[in-house]
T-cell receptor, first 113, second 117 residues
């Protein structure tokens, strides 16, 4: 069975500082990996995905993520966080054979001015 | 990007009534749609997968007769919560994918908050 872990329930960071949200996965074969962001009472917005190729993936709103196969990680990063980045972030993975996404538990990001 | 519309955004109903939530793909044909349930401050729990023209596949522990899913066209799936009770109160989110398999990027609706009194 595939699983996704986000070890931190919450990440606090000062505005302007780098932001990292951690994600590790357990998926057989080469996975597809995704990051989504959710604002209160809203659906999920797509940030970025890793399919194949370059391990560093650049996405929306200045976010990027690095695929590390040996560590089975796909951490989300932003060089300089904004207060408006405060939200709930979800990492997700799926195997290449199926179409169901497995979500991590979510990490709440709080960016303080 | 592709747009998924979910309606209603908010619904309050009395215990024992049924509530229907619609999920529409506005600018693409969705061969597969997914229904999730999200409890406060928790992750999304997949309830079922619906494929156009066939019966939905429910996840373990999800009551088929309680949560009726219909995917009658390539742009519309509906979730009906039958005989709703307060414990069914939750945030329900649908998502759709344009292709079967492949990279399968999911596009999410804005969610529907159900409150059962």
């Amino acid at each position: 069975a595939q699983s996704v872990a986000q070890p931190e329930d919450q990440v606090n960071v000062a505005e302007g500082n780098p932001l990292t949200v951690k994600c590790t996965y357990s998926v057989s074969g080469n996975p597809y990996l995704f990051w989504y962001v959710q604002y209160p009472n809203r659906g999920l917005q797509f940030l970025l995905k890793y399919i194949t190729g370059d391990n560093l993936v650049k996405g929306s709103y200045g976010f990027e993520a690095e695929f590390n196969k040996s560590q089975t990680s796909f951490h989300l990063k932003k060089p300089s966080a904004l207060v408006s980045d405060s939200a709930l972030y979800f990492c997700a993975a799926r195997g290449r054979a199926g179409n169901k996404l497995t979500f991590g538990g979510g990490t709440r990001v709080l960016v303080k001015p | 990007g592709a747009v998924v519309s979910q309606h209603p955004s908010w619904v309050i109903c009395k215990s024992g009534t049924s509530v229907k939530i619609e999920c529409r793909s506005l600018d693409f044909q969705a061969t597969t749609m997914f229904w999730y349930r999200q409890f406060p401050k928790q992750s999304l729990m997949l309830m079922a997968t619906s494929n156009e023209g066939s019966k939905a596949t429910y996840e373990q522990g999800v009551e088929k007769d309680k949560f009726l899913i219909n995917h009658a066209s390539l742009t519309l799936s509906t979730l009906t919560v039958t005989s709703a009770h307060p414990e069914d109160s939750s945030f329900y989110i649908c998502s759709a994918t344009e292709t079967s398999g492949g990279t399968g990027e999911l596009f999410f609706g804005e969610g529907s908050r159900l409150t059962v009194l």
